[in-house]
């Protein structure tokens, strides 16, 4: 079963304009993570949370955690065209075991 | 500068017919990694190895097989018992399970 399901699958957007994608899982976690990956390459790492964490910003991004909720949100302000890609939330359960990738979400910026 | 390396990018099997998809890296993680990336879709595990000489079944293991006798090299066969072998393959590393993941570039395996 899919640990993390992110929302929206796909999001459009115009350049210069701020992108959200959540990301919301089912059991409890050591940490999760975002990852880019452009058409066609492989992914990415872009930051990494920790469970005892509530906020991460790396450049122009910042990811919360909200460990009640099981939920993740990772914001990305005045997105450019070269933002375009599908971005991954993986998490990485408490009692170990393996990275587990959700969908993914599709971002289009368009200039 | 350290890297993970796939080899080849583009790949095409007859049926019938095993292929091995080579894995390369040089950033001195203990961890390897394979996953099947079908179109519109996430990430499923086809193996995992923590360790030289050791590897584990991830979701869908059925097909494939792999080896580590190396810590740097972690190759996948494909091999013909996998039906549907047409898919991007990518290989990742990372020092420690609970760490972050470098990724390969891929190879995207078409039947023929």
């Known amino acids: 079963s899919q640990q993390g399901e992110e929302d929206p699958q796909a999001l459009s957007i115009q350049e210069g304009e701020n992108a959200t994608m959540n990301c919301s899982y089912k059991?409890?976690?050591?940490?999760l993570q975002w990852y880019r990956q452009n058409s066609g390459r492989g992914l990415v790492h872009l930051i990494l949370?920790?469970?005892?964490?509530r906020e991460k910003h790396s450049g122009r991004l910042r990811v919360t955690l909200d460990t009640s909720k099981k939920s993740s949100s990772l914001l990305i302000t005045a997105s450019r065209a070269a933002d375009t890609a599908s971005y991954f939330c993986?998490?990485?359960?408490?009692?170990?075991?393996?990275?587990?990738f959700g969908q993914g979400t599709e971002l289009s910026v368009k200039p | 500068d350290g890297g993970i390396t796939q080899s080849p990018k583009y790949l095409f099997r007859k049926e019938g017919q095993n292929v091995t998809l080579s894995c390369e890296q040089n950033?001195?993680?203990?961890?390897m990694y394979w996953y099947r990336q079908d179109p519109g879709q996430g990430l499923r595990l086809i193996y995992y190895?923590?360790?030289?000489?050791?590897?584990q079944k991830g979701d869908i293991a059925e097909g494939y097989s792999v080896s580590r006798e190396k810590k740097e090299s972690f190759p996948l066969t494909v091999t013909s018992a996998q039906k549907n072998p047409t898919a991007f393959y990518l290989c990742?590393?990372?020092?420690?399970?609970?760490?972050?993941?470098?990724f390969g570039s891929g190879t995207r395996l078409t039947v023929v």
């Open positions: 990742a590393s990372s020092m420690g399970q609970a760490n972050g993941y470098t």
């Open positions: 059991t409890s976690i050591n940490n």
């Open positions: 949370i920790r469970s005892n964490e």
């Open positions: 993986a998490t990485y359960p408490s009692k170990g075991g393996k990275l587990i």
């Open positions: 950033l001195n993680h203990d961890a």
């Open positions: 190895s923590q360790i030289v000489n050791d590897f």
